[in-house]
């Protein structure tokens, strides 16, 4: 799992009204809109639930330690989307206490193996990869006007793979697989096949030949320069949660608005959402 720079993510809060919009024109979505659309819940009926559903978010210095203003800024994003978030005054243990004692509906923290969000009343965990992975799904989902039926091409089969793979089966998409290693793309096939033993699902053994003949794109590897420029087609659609980018700057530029990348802002909606539904 990538571990993120504070300069990887220190204009997020200023850009967010930018970002809503660009969302907004390449899925027909808001960032919240894509958030609902991942859980498949109302928009509307969550919009009068966010702001008394109260998240507050706990630096912790465990391992590496803090990353500065990660949590910041994941607090900024929840208070954009219209959720009542605290970032805690206190760090680790006390922080999380305190979050109890303020009777918060929801923690969300992340040490250096897992990013999590819980719902202190229902005891859920809602897991960061897995709420990315599926967050980018559902926007390439928007994003292509319904990906039933069509090709689909999952590159990385780790844990955020795995999420957006489970959920483009269930959107109907027509899923193929990547990754550089082989066994990781069959363990994923097998695991997926255990619940839709009827779905065909393809394995791409080489990703050079493969990405020009899938439409859409789910690239979600930590590796730099997983899609070369050369080979994005005209019409290519991609939904990047890889961290870093996959894409290298020419071929953000090949692909404009056909691309969608961030490094917090949808997962950390998608695990809101979660959280709340
Ligand atoms: O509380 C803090 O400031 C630190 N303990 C946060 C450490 C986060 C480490 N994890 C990552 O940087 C990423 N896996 C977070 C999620 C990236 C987006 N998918």
Redesign the pocket.
């Known amino acids: 799992?990538?571990?993120?720079k504070t300069n990887d993510i220190c204009d997020i809060p200023s850009r967010l009204e930018q970002y809503n919009q660009d969302l907004l024109v390449k899925t027909g979505q808001t960032l919240l809109g894509i958030a609902c659309h991942a859980r498949g819940v109302d928009e509307i009926k969550i919009q009068h639930q966010v702001k008394s559903f109260n998240i507050h978010v706990v630096?912790?210095?465990?391992?590496q330690?803090?990353?500065t203003d990660?949590?910041a800024i994941v607090t900024a994003i929840l208070t954009f989307l219209g959720f009542d978030a605290h970032l805690a005054d206190q760090v680790d243990i006390t922080g999380i206490a305190r979050s109890f004692e303020n009777h918060a509906n929801a923690i969300m923290?992340?040490?250096?193996h897992k990013?999590v969000g819980i719902n202190l009343n229902k005891g859920a965990v809602v897991d960061?990869?897995e709420a990315?992975g599926r967050v980018f799904a559902a926007a390439l989902d928007l994003m292509a006007k319904g990906i039933r039926g069509r090709d689909v091409l999952v590159l990385g089969c780790g844990p955020?793979g795995e999420a957006a793979a489970q959920t483009l089966l269930s959107l109907g998409g027509k899923l193929a697989l990547f990754d550089t290693n082989l066994s990781a793309a069959l363990s994923l096939k097998e695991r997926l096949l255990r619940f839709r033993a009827d779905q065909k699902i393809r394995i791409e053994p080489d990703v050079i030949k493969a990405i020009p003949r899938y439409g859409y794109l789910l690239e979600a590897t930590p590796a730099k320069g997983t899609i070369p420029a050369k080979l994005i087609g005209e019409h290519q659609l991609v939904a990047a949660?890889g961290?870093p980018l996959g894409i290298s700057p020419r071929g953000c530029q090949v692909l404009k608005h056909r691309l969608i990348h961030d490094?917090?802002e949808l997962?950390v909606a998608a695990m809101a959402i979660s959280l709340l539904a």
């Open positions: 799992m990538t571990r993120l630096p912790i210095t465990a391992g330690g803090i990353i990660f949590s923290m992340a040490d250096d990013f960061n990869s990315t955020v949660p961290v490094k917090l997962g």
